[in-house]
């Protein structure tokens, strides 16, 4: 039985609320007395996730966005795998609980997992902290932090071996987001000719393998409501992997954004004064993590190049007519301005 819908008008239409009701039942019986009622989440432009309430009992449905995905993308069968293996050794990612592809449901696969509690931050401190000294700067710090944990988990101890091939892992990287790029392309931007060629050549030697989040954000994390310094939880395992740690490294330094900085669509409260500067998130990240990050600028170039390329691939799609949120209509301005964060970042002046 469903008691409340509060999702958009697509996936109120082409997802079986009944039938997904009765199969969490079947799977967790003591849920089977509670109506369910569905709040679905808006932030972000690709998987889409949905909180499924069952009288206390809340849980958190992600399934891949509705229409054409490519091949590979989106692989919820991939995270639910991953999250089953990390969750014992690292509880800040969450618990998976149910794992399914039944056209009968929906048309896509999707997995369920637990809900975290705590508040996410995207574009605006929270009122929970609105009275802590020092907000920013605690926050800046538990990022590092978590990061530096993340990335000092011993993958081989773990039986974590078979979630990527590390050599060549950079280079496949760099090359694969190159091609997604050729294959979205819209307009003629200079910048490309540039920074294309020099990726290619500049490709350095990786410092020692760790497990790669692949997606390690601001708001890919939940902090605890009462202390900026605790993490409750991380999100988004779907590309996880072990390679190179400072990939994560570099794209959680093109999402920190500053001050000052051009238009690129890309949510983040870091804009707001009072956090740690990218510069400063680098330094912090040396010292706790002993990794050299002499080619930083490499990596950090490569980030912001491959985030335009996501956004890229949005935009073509929005441009052929397959999607049609309005959000995408602007997302050029966000393309060129994160192009030029990654030639200034190539020139060795954004950092």
């Given at each position: ?38 709040k679905q989440f808006t932030a972000g432009y690709s998987n889409l996730t949905y909180l499924l ?5 809340e849980m958190v449905l992600r399934r891949p966005p509705f229409g054409y995905i490519p091949p ?36 896509k696969h999707f997995y369920i997992m637990e809900k975290k509690q705590g508040v996410v931050l ?230």
């Amino acid at each position: 039985m469903i008691s409340n819908m509060d999702v958009t008008k697509q996936s109120l239409e082409e997802i079986n609320w009944t039938e997904l009701d009765n199969f969490v039942k079947s799977n967790i019986p003591e849920l089977s007395s509670f109506s369910m009622t569905v709040k679905q989440f808006t932030a972000g432009y690709s998987n889409l996730t949905y909180l499924l309430s069952f009288g206390d009992n809340e849980m958190v449905l992600r399934r891949p966005p509705f229409g054409y995905i490519p091949p590979k993308a989106h692989d919820m069968e991939r995270e639910y795998r991953i999250l089953t293996k990390i969750h014992p050794i690292f509880p800040l990612a969450p618990k998976p609980l149910l794992y399914q592809l039944d056209p009968n449901i929906m048309d896509k696969h999707f997995y369920i997992m637990e809900k975290k509690q705590g508040v996410v931050l995207d574009d605006h401190i929270p009122d929970c902290y609105a009275q802590i000294a020092n907000v920013g700067e605690q926050i800046s710090t538990t990022f590092v932090d978590t990061l530096v944990q993340l990335h000092d988990i011993d993958y081989q101890q773990a039986g974590l071996n078979e979630l990527g091939k590390p050599e060549g892992y950079l280079k496949r990287q760099v090359e694969g987001w190159i091609k997604r790029y050729e294959q979205s392309t819209t307009d003629n931007i200079q910048l490309i000719d540039e920074l294309v060629p020099w990726l290619l050549d500049n490709i350095p030697k990786s410092p020692k393998t760790t497990i790669v989040h692949n997606d390690f954000k601001l708001n890919n994390m939940m902090f605890a409501a009462s202390n900026p310094s605790e993490i409750v939880g991380i999100f988004d395992w779907e590309m996880c992997t072990i390679g190179d740690p400072l990939v994560d490294l570099g794209l959680a330094i093109a999402y920190w954004t500053e001050p000052g900085d051009a238009e690129t669509g890309l949510s983040a409260v870091t804009n707001q004064g009072g956090f740690l500067s990218r510069k400063e998130i680098l330094e912090l990240y040396a010292s706790k993590s002993e990794v050299d990050l002499s080619n930083i600028n490499y990596y950090v170039t490569f980030a912001f190049f491959k985030t335009a390329v996501v956004l890229q691939q949005l935009y073509y799609r929005w441009k052929i007519g397959e999607l049609q949120d309005n959000r995408f209509e602007k997302l050029n301005v966000g393309i060129y301005n994160l192009l030029k964060q990654a030639q200034l970042t190539k020139e060795n002046k954004l950092l």
